[in-house]
């Protein structure tokens, strides 16, 4: 399979390489929160991450439920909030995805459109 285990054994990841791998397998290697093939392509695969639903700073526990795949941009806009459950948590990583997407292309535009006029 090409992908990357290396990604699993950072220091700021406690959950050991065989426990990430099968959280993984089990999401198919797509983040949960906003459905990144980790499997697409090489750079993705260097993303992908194991979020823990409720953090561990929060005692969420190392368990299958609070674990799901995740890209590290969600997991670092889910930050360390403490949400309802996971459809919650999906949810307000979502829309700060959405509000950063459009922050982006407003700015993205801006140049682009003086080109064009020029
Ligand atoms: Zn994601």
Do not use: H
């Not at 459905?35 to 090489?42: H, M």
């Amino acid at each position: 399979m090409p992908f990357n285990i290396m990604t699993l054994s950072r220091v700021d990841m406690p959950v050991s390489q065989a426990e990430g791998l099968k959280i993984l397998e089990r999401d198919q290697f797509c983040c949960r929160y906003c459905g990144l093939d980790g499997r697409a392509s090489f750079e993705n695969a260097l993303v992908m991450s194991v979020d823990f639903v409720v953090p561990r700073a929060r005692k969420g526990k190392k368990d299958p439920a609070n674990l799901v795949a995740c890209c590290r941009p969600c997991n670092m806009i889910k930050g360390k909030r403490v949400y309802k459950n996971f459809e919650d948590a999906k949810k307000y990583v979502l829309a700060r995805r959405e509000e950063m997407r459009q922050a982006w292309e407003t700015k993205r535009s801006r140049p682009a459109a003086k080109a064009a006029s020029a």
